[in-house]
């Protein structure tokens, strides 16, 4: 007897946000038999995450060898804001009656704040949780996780519109020669993109040597260093690859030209700024397969990922502006009472149509991002999910007794600009 349901909504579908945006909400219950509470109570928390173990074998007084794990841990946490919607912690019991029960909710964002990031050994996650208060009882908990996106504009680091060109060249001993040489040369038009753009590389092969290039390589990697401050300041260096394109082979004495082109996934923007816990970067790798037993070469550049594409850039098309759309569909949701009101019964959906809660129906997008005005020509990106996900969001000292709204293993989104393409190579 007791909670039948109990599910967080948030006023877009997305569930995505902007730092400095506003987060309405509601808590839906549906119960049973009439509850006994002190009260209900929301918290909304940012933090980041970062956790690993290690294992030492070491030899103890008697010889044997013995293996300790140690756990590290970091944490930083960027805002809490909780209040109660119903009653109070010091309150007396109230008595919430049997049937469907709908409260709202509000939390304004600090307009600086790490974009949301999943990754192997920690995260950076923004979450609201709703309490049913019960004395003398286990609390009941429901809780989500939602996206913040700080806006990293690529248009604002000149550095970001300087090309990537990575050069390589290798001599091959053969019974005491030295062969001519064999170059490679790798170029994209800029060294900051968005999800959802096509990175344009050109790889030219002048192989005047007699060994054959078998293939060229072109990795886009996550460069992950993660700090951890308990039991001590330790740090732990994670590399993956995101993206492969490949292209081959060019035999000795051969030249190639090769037009390669590898979209962005939906991932987090480079740096994580305001995180001091996990630094982000990325790059772009090269590695030239040889035939043989011949070492191959390789090398690196890093690459800027980014929430506003680059804007202005010779050579490319501006994109037009969008039609105009009704104001409904990409605005929050508006609260049909204060934060913390139970919905009255004349608010209660009459229709098949209508929402739960009385709520204007919420667009499947965040509201316009902040920096949209800046660029009136940019088209409004499309949100999609990150293909890093969280295997729980529940901490360890969370009861037992919380019910996770949302999927499962929660994922990101983040705008992609698949209709902003970047610039031709300058000649």
């Known amino acids: ?63 044997k060898t013995q293996s300790t794990d140690t756990l590290h841990t970091g944490n930083e946490e960027y805002f809490q804001i909780s209040y109660y919607l119903l009653g109070s912690s010091s309150g007396n019991e109230i008595e ?8 709202n909710f509000t939390c304004a964002l600090p307009p600086v704040l790490p974009s949301s990031f999943e990754g192997k050994y920690g995260y950076v996650r923004y979450t609201v949780k709703v309490t ?39 001599t091959f001993c053969c019974f005491c020669c030295a062969s001519p040489p064999l170059s490679v040369d790798v170029r994209a038009p800029v060294s900051g993109y968005c999800p959802g753009q096509v990175i344009p590389f050109t790889i030219d092969i002048e192989n005047k040597s007699n060994v054959d290039v078998e293939l060229i390589k072109i990795f886009l990697r996550k460069v992950v260093n993660y700090r951890a401050t308990s039991p001590s300041t330790v740090t732990k260096k994670e590399k993956e690859i995101v993206l492969t394109v490949q292209q081959g082979p060019a035999a000795g004495g051969t030249t190639k030209h ?37 070492m191959g070469m390789k090398d690196r550049k890093y690459v800027n990922i980014g929430t506003v ?13 969008p039609p105009s759309k009704p104001t409904t569909p990409s605005q929050p949701a508006v609260l049909p009472v204060g934060p913390g009101q139970p919905v009255l019964p004349n608010n209660v959906p009459s229709g098949p149509g209508d929402v739960p ?39 360890r000292s969370e009861s037992s007794h919380m019910a996770i709204t949302g999927p499962a293993k929660f994922a990101p989104y983040y705008p992609t600009y698949a209709a902003v393409q970047p610039p031709p190579l300058p000649q």
């Open 1 to 63: 007897m007791g909670i039948k349901e109990a599910t967080i909504y948030l006023d877009n579908q997305l569930n995505t946000y902007y730092a400095g945006q506003t987060v309405n909400g509601r808590i839906e219950y549906v119960f049973d038999s009439p509850k006994k509470v002190r009260g209900i109570h929301v918290k909304f928390k940012g933090e980041a995450h970062t956790e690993w173990s290690e294992s030492k074998e070491e030899q103890d007084s008697e010889g």
């Open 96 to 103: 919430i009656p049997a049937g469907k029960q709908v409260y």
């Open 132 to 170: 049913l208060d019960r004395p003398w009882k286990f609390d009941q908990e429901t809780k989500m996780a939602f996206t913040v996106i700080n806006a990293l504009d690529l248009n604002l680091n000149p550095s970001y519109r300087e090309p990537i060109h990575i050069q390589m060249e290798k």
């Open 258 to 294: 090769w037009n390669l082109s590898m979209e962005v996934p939906p991932i987090p923007p480079s740096n994580l700024v305001n995180c001091n816990i996990i630094d982000l970067d990325y790059d772009i790798k090269v590695q030239c397969v040889v035939s043989g037993m011949h």
């Open 309 to 321: 594409p680059l804007m202005g850039l010779p050579g490319q098309v501006a994109p037009s502006a």
């Open 357 to 395: 809660g009385g709520w204007v129906v919420p667009g499947t997008a965040p509201a316009q991002p902040p920096y949209q005005s800046l660029y009136p020509t940019l088209t409004e990106p499309v949100y999609k999910e990150s293909p890093y996900t969280a295997r729980s969001i529940q901490d």
